[in-house]
């Protein structure tokens, strides 16, 4: 017997409805099912792209591992980090530093949370590595919008950003509890 994956309609976008129950339990906060929300997994361009072509991996058998997926995605939209695990202030300041580094950098942890995210909505299981690269990319979300709101004295993203942050690593540690019992 197979498990059931659960998938959204494209027409409506994510929804509790059409994710996995543990999903929904872990994942209370409207950021997950907001497709408009920059903040959250799925409503940035990247996480929608991700959590789409999840779907469709997972339709057409899952094939590799979910680190494969997501370094056959970070290929084909033609960038490289050079460490997915590093969260060194310093070194993630440096790549700051280096404008397509940065996009890169940006457009990677954005994948790397709606991958995480997107394995538990899909199956209500959460991958032990790609769990560490989502934590991770949330650290580096961190630092990223602290060094947003250093470089522009008043940017008005950085509460609702910094909401965000602790809301995608509350859900990511009740999803990882829920993995371990």
Known sequence: MTARLYFDDPDVGPARETSHPDFVRACEDRLF??????????????????LSRLEDWYREGAKGTLRSFIDGMLQEWGMTIPDLATTDRETVNEWLADEELETAL??????????????????GKLDNGVAMLARAALDREAIVFEHYSSRERAWPHAASANAAINVKRAALEKLEKARAE
Request: charged share 30%; net charge negative; proline share 3%.
């Open 33 to 50: 099912y907001d497709c408009t929300d920059d903040f959250g997994p799925f409503g940035n361009d990247d996480g929608a792209d991700a």
């Open 106 to 123: 940006r457009a990677a942890d954005n994948l790397v949370i709606a991958v995480a995210f997107g394995e538990a909505k899909i199956t």
